[in-house]
Nanobody, 123 residues
Framework: QVQLVESGGGLVQAGGSLRLSCAAS????????MGWFRQAPGKEREFVAA????????YYADSAKGRFTISRDNTKNTVYLQMNSLKPEDTAVYYC????????????????WGQGTQVTVSS
């Protein structure tokens, strides 16, 4: 069992930065790949970024490449999403999730989800 709690969301102007954190409970954290997804109003949840168990491999949606960086600290049971050069279209609820199968891109393959944190980017 893994419980996930996101933090770090908020309101930021376009061009600004935010760092999201996702704290995980349980000693099994390092067995899981971790991902960030987002869901904007009226839209489906979409993949943003993922990282393998060790942090040695990362994966990004095209919309996130070059602007977002995912990282993890297994000693702190925490995964991060550094978001730079934010745009109004990045406005969404951001969720972190744990993926034992290391599939990365498919939300249905994730085993545990956090409650989400709101990110709002003003123009």
């Amino acid at each position: 069992q893994v419980q996930l709690v996101e933090s770090g969301g908020g309101l930021v102007q376009a061009g600004g930065s935010l760092r999201l954190s996702c704290a995980a409970s349980g000693r099994a954290f390092r067995r899981y790949a971790m991902g960030w997804f987002r869901q904007a109003p009226g839209k489906e949840r979409e993949f943003v970024a993922a990282i393998n168990w060790s942090g040695g491999s990362t994966y990004y949606a095209d919309s996130a490449k070059g602007r977002f960086t995912i990282s993890r600290d297994n000693t702190k049971n925490t995964v991060y999403l550094q978001m730079n050069s934010l745009k109004p279209e990045d406005t969404a609820v951001y969720y972190c999730a744990a993926d034992y199968s290391h599939t990365y891109y498919e939300s249905l393959r994730y085993d545990y989800w956090g409650q989400g944190t709101q990110v709002t980017v003003s123009s």
